[in-house]
């Protein structure tokens, strides 16, 4: 905490760079990133505004700890105050934060084949809560699991059920799904778990206007938890309903 009473913010983005090798073009430089910095408080949503490939998506994988920078630093503050720069951290590290702090919605849907849509969001609610084993229990006895189980498919229902995903879909795998379905899906798995920091790729880019309403609610929800919102949003009536402030690539 710093000594003054405002919180400090939950990503600091520190002068990032970062260029892309291009190794079948004889290592071809392609600078993406050139001295990006911003912040975004608890609450906040800031929108990344710009024409197209200028690294708006590069630096939601860089937040994302999928790419690391050439320089600079993408400071998360943790719930207990500690600082973690999300391009440098171990990759164990960057998968215990993805599990319980950052939430990401990306523009495809990532599914393991024959995984019900209904598993795909009830497995994301599993992964940022797994029950600790009591030290008492039989390692046979598949009750406490079914019960976690069977938790987290209510709560993943409900909220494929308010993305208006037809109930006749949740038990399938949604590698069929139409492009709409599909990231109606990817949504409620980016939101079932409160993030600290919420990276959103182009949420609402293949749905139509109701399911837009739904969420730009999401996002207010997310917001008034106190989550730090970094997103970008093509659509300009989700971008006012739901951005506090803008950052834009030039
Ligand atoms: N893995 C990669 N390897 C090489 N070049 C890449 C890679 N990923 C992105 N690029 C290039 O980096 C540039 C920035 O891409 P990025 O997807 O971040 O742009 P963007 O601003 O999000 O664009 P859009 O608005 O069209 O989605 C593009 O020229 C793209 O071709």
């Known amino acids: 905490m710093t000594t003054t009473d405002t919180p400090p913010p939950v990503l600091s983005v520190e ?22 910095s911003l912040q975004v ?13 200028r690294g708006k998506s590069t630096l939601l994988k860089c937040l994302h700890g999928s790419y690391g920078l050439e320089s600079g630093a993408l400071w998360l503050t943790q719930a207990d105050g500690r600082r973690v ?33 209904l598993d795909l969001v009830a497995e994301r609610l599993l992964e940022a809560d797994p029950s600790p084993p009591q030290p008492d229990a039989d390692p046979l006895d598949d009750g406490p699991h079914e019960a976690a189980l ?19 879909l949740w038990g399938l ?33 293949s749905l139509d206007a109701g399911n837009r309403r739904v969420v730009i609610e999401l996002i207010r929800e997310a917001k008034a938890r106190g989550s730090a919102i970094v997103g970008i949003f093509h659509d300009e009536e989700v971008r006012d309903a739901v951005a506090d402030r803008r950052y834009h690539f030039h």
Not at 150 to 168: K, T
Not at 191 to 204: C, G, I, K, M
């Open 15 to 36: 002068a990032a760079s970062k260029r892309f090798t291009l190794h079948l073009r004889d290592g071809l430089q392609l600078p993406v990133l050139q001295d990006v």
């Open 41 to 53: 408080r608890s609450g906040e949503c800031l929108a990344l505004v710009g024409p197209s490939g």
């Open 85 to 117: 720069d999300l391009a440098r951290a171990a990759p164990r590290t960057v998968l215990a934060l993805r599990r319980r702090e950052i939430g990401y919605v990306s523009q495809f849907l990532r599914a393991l084949p024959r995984q019900s849509a």
């Open 150 to 168: 069977g938790a987290a498919r209510a709560q993943a229902g409900a909220l494929l059920a308010r993305l208006n995903l037809p109930e006749g």
């Open 173 to 205: 795998p949604p590698a069929t799904f139409s492009g709409g379905e599909q990231q109606r899906v990817n949504i409620a798995r980016g939101f079932a778990v409160p993030a600290r920091l919420l990276l959103l790729d182009e949420p609402t880019a």
